[in-house]
């Protein structure tokens, strides 16, 4: 098993930014994707970026890309989220996830570990 914990979500004026952490705990030898999804009232999650732990490849929702930045420090076990030029649309709750089998890193469902998750609203 794997535990997720999320920390660094709040309240945001449009423009600003944020810096999301996840700290994973337990069986992290196994994990070899971690990465973020959202979830904004009345919408389905979608995924916003994820990190290969061997070797750091990002991946990036198009909705993101250029503003948000994923990062990990594999001695310490933790994947951060930087968001800048943040958006009204960009708010929702976050999630953090990992993944230790294959399968697409944009599918929800391929995650085995997810965090409670952290509430990020941007006021416009």
């Known amino acids: 098993q794997v535990q997720l914990v999320e920390s660094g979500g709040g309240l945001v004026q449009a423009g600003g930014s944020l810096r999301l952490s996840c700290a994973a705990s337990g069986r992290t030898f196994s994990i070899n994707h971690m990465g973020w999804f959202r979830q904004a009232p009345g919408k389905e999650r979608e995924f916003v970026a994820a990190?290969?732990?061997?070797?750091?490849?990002?991946y990036y929702a198009d909705s993101v890309k250029g503003r948000f930045a994923i990062s990990r420090d594999t001695a310490k076990s933790t994947v951060a989220l930087q968001m800048n030029s943040l958006e009204a649309e960009d708010t929702a709750v976050y999630y953090c996830?990992?993944?230790?089998?294959?399968?697409?890193?944009?599918?929800?469902?391929?995650?085995?570990?997810w965090g409670q998750g952290t509430q990020v609203t941007v006021s416009s």
């Open positions: 996830v990992a993944k230790s089998f294959g399968g697409s890193v944009y599918t929800p469902g391929n995650y085995d570990y």
């Open positions: 990190i290969r732990w061997s070797g750091g490849t990002t």
